[in-house]
């Protein structure tokens, strides 16, 4: 429902008449439908967001079909709960405990035609109401030394996906707090893309030992684009996925930051001047920019475009494994456009053509490339027919890390090299169908 709602129902009441015609299955035994003696304590802040995750997508390339829904087709928003919860002795001595929603303020999906919001809330918290950090602090002994906006969150595209916040807090009169965080997503980055949108930032957090002590916190490096030397700071600790109970002593600080929201198109398709802007504010840092979304940034803050050109032809030709493309890349965004509409809208072509993603199109009962390459019946399934390649996490972005299990998977057209889906999978399973239409029926 919290799926559904927000992209076929955006602008009617939220009522239990917009369930009548929804049948749900959900299996007995299933994940979503445990049976005794399966565990279902993260029910709340794991199960209802793979489930919703998956929701999204599914309902999203349904809506991308038709031509009075397309735009509100969109890629996952900030696609998993991770919140802190501490324990111990209150300043005056007596028992204390909370459960940090911070991670409410995470990033939302890219559209068609504009970005994702920056710490836009989720799905069942529509208008996320965060506490004021000086509200936390009053309540608990611990103090904050940041909450903010962290570059490298929102999933790249050709509109960007919102970007997460984190925190770093520390214990303040107390000898020692009981902490755990709970959630999912340190090794999956859950926030997906859509058509050809690269995936957000994994749930990141770091162990400080002893970096308050005496209270001499600087500024802490948590930013730093190489996620592993984070790790290699003196006492510091990369927080695993699956961390339990640790204790936050005086002096310690404990670091952790948000998923964002996925992308949407190709990122070498996003204007370079909305780039530039993003590096700008702090949004993607200038390396990124230049490896995920092939926009050199000199060193005055400008687009390098002799750089940037030379940048997103090699990434192409990455793509194709060396070769040149053999046709023309699909244009380009203007560099002429506010923040928010990153990226005009495009238009289908009058031969009963309709777009149903960043470059992916319908016609005629068959799938094609932007670049007008025929991709095989619309039945079917248009991986077979693209160029496949497995990326390192770090291809997509600094913030991306993945447990042994899974890979990532660019699809791209072998035409043109336009990335088709960015596609997160296990390593022994094949490529998923991820949207087929009736052959010869008209999209949507």
Same mark, same amino acid.
């Given at each position: 429902?919290?799926?559904?709602?927000?992209?076929?129902?955006?602008?009617?009441?939220?009522?239990?008449?917009?369930?009548?015609?929804?049948?749900?299955?959900?299996?007995?035994?299933?994940?979503?439908?445990?049976?005794?003696?399966?565990?279902?304590?993260?029910?709340?802040?794991?199960?209802?967001?793979?489930?919703?995750?998956?929701?999204?997508?599914?309902?999203?390339?349904?809506?991308?079909?038709?031509?009075?829904?397309?735009?509100?087709?969109?890629?996952?928003?900030?696609?998993?709960?991770?919140?802190?919860?501490?324990?111990?002795?209150?300043?005056?001595?007596?028992?204390?405990?909370?459960?940090?929603?911070?991670?409410?303020?995470?990033?939302?999906?890219?559209?068609?035609?504009?970005?994702?919001?920056?710490?836009?809330?989720?799905?069942?918290?529509?208008?996320?109401?965060?506490?004021?950090?000086?509200?936390?602090?009053?309540?608990?002994?611990?103090?904050?030394?940041?909450?903010?906006?962290?570059?490298?969150?929102?999933?790249?595209?050709?509109?960007?996906?919102?970007?997460?916040?984190?925190?770093?807090?520390?214990?303040?009169?107390?000898?020692?707090?009981?902490?755990?965080l709970i959630g999912h997503g340190v090794e999956v980055?859950?926030?997906?893309?859509?058509?050809?949108?690269?995936?957000?930032?994994?749930?990141?957090?770091?162990?400080?030992?002893?970096?308050?002590?005496?209270?001499?916190?600087?500024?802490?490096?948590?930013?730093?684009?190489?996620?592993?030397?984070?790790?290699?700071l003196p006492g510091a600790e990369r927080v695993p996925?699956?961390?339990?109970?640790?204790?936050?002593?005086?002096?310690?600080?404990?670091?952790?930051?948000?998923?964002?929201?996925?992308?949407?198109?190709?990122?070498?398709?996003?204007?370079? +001047? &909305? =780039?530039? !802007?993003?590096?700008?504010? @702090?949004?993607?840092? %200038?390396? #990124? $920019?230049?490896?995920?979304?092939?926009?050199?940034?000199?060193?005055?803050?400008?687009?390098?475009?002799?750089?940037?050109?030379?940048?997103? +032809? &090699? =990434?192409? !030709?990455?793509?194709?494994? @060396?070769?040149?493309? %053999?046709? #023309? $890349?699909?244009?380009?965004?203007?560099?002429?456009?506010?923040?928010?509409?990153?990226?005009?809208?495009?238009?289908?072509?009058?031969?009963? +053509?309709?777009?149903?993603?960043?470059?992916?199109?319908?016609?005629?009962?068959?799938?094609?490339?932007?670049?007008?390459?025929?991709?095989?019946?619309?039945?079917?399934?248009?991986?077979?027919?693209?160029?496949?390649?497995?990326?390192?996490?770090?291809?997509?972005?600094?913030?991306?890390?993945?447990?042994?299990?899974?890979?990532?998977?660019?699809?791209?057209?072998?035409?043109?090299?336009?990335?088709?889906?960015?596609?997160?999978?296990?390593?022994?399973?094949?490529?998923?169908?991820?949207?087929?239409?009736?052959?010869?029926?008209?999209?949507?």
């Open positions: 429902m919290t799926a559904m709602l927000p992209i076929l129902a955006p602008d009617i009441r939220w009522n239990q008449g917009t369930l009548a015609p929804v049948t749900i299955t959900a299996p007995e035994g299933s994940i979503c439908n445990a049976t005794r003696p399966a565990p279902v304590s993260a029910g709340t802040v794991s199960a209802v967001w793979v489930v919703t995750n998956v929701a999204v997508q599914a309902i999203s390339r349904l809506a991308a079909c038709g031509p009075e829904t397309a735009t509100e087709a969109t890629a996952v928003t900030k696609g998993s709960m991770w919140v802190l919860t501490m324990a111990g002795a209150d300043r005056d001595g007596g028992p204390f405990g909370t459960f940090l929603l911070d991670s409410t303020i995470g990033g939302g999906g890219a559209y068609l035609d504009h970005d994702g919001l920056d710490a836009s809330g989720e799905y069942p918290v529509p208008r996320p109401a965060v506490a004021n950090v000086e509200s936390n602090e009053r309540s608990g002994p611990y103090l904050y030394l940041y909450r903010r906006l962290i570059a490298d969150t929102g999933g790249p595209g050709r509109t960007r996906g919102g970007v997460a916040a984190g925190v770093a807090v520390t214990p303040h009169d107390a000898v020692v707090l009981h902490a755990m980055p859950n926030s997906a893309g859509l058509f050809g949108g690269i995936e957000a930032s994994c749930n990141e957090g770091v162990l400080y030992r002893g970096a308050g002590a005496g209270g001499a916190v600087g500024a802490l490096p948590f930013e730093a684009a190489d996620g592993d030397a984070l790790a290699q996925a699956k961390l339990g109970h640790f204790e936050l002593g005086a002096g310690d600080v404990i670091a952790y930051a948000f998923q964002g929201g996925g992308g949407y198109g190709d990122p070498l398709e996003r204007a370079p +001047a &909305a =780039v530039a !802007r993003d590096v700008d504010t @702090g949004f993607v840092s %200038a390396a #990124a $920019a230049a490896a995920v979304y092939g926009v050199v940034i000199d060193d005055a803050g400008a687009v390098d475009e002799p750089g940037t050109v030379a940048r997103r +032809a &090699a =990434v192409r !030709r990455a793509r194709l494994g @060396g070769l040149e493309p %053999a046709r #023309a $890349a699909p244009p380009q965004g203007s560099g002429d456009v506010e923040p928010a509409r990153a990226a005009p809208p495009l238009a289908a072509s009058a031969d009963s +053509a309709r777009l149903v993603g960043g470059a992916l199109v319908a016609a005629d009962g068959r799938w094609r490339c932007r670049c007008g390459l025929d991709l095989g019946a619309q039945d079917a399934n248009f991986k077979d027919r693209v160029g496949t390649r497995v990326v390192e996490p770090h291809e997509h972005g600094p913030r991306i890390r993945l447990h042994d299990e899974l890979e990532l998977r660019e699809h791209c057209c072998p035409a043109c090299a336009t990335l088709l889906e960015s596609e997160l999978a296990r390593r022994d399973q094949p490529s998923r169908a991820t949207i087929s239409l009736t052959s010869g029926s008209a999209p949507g």
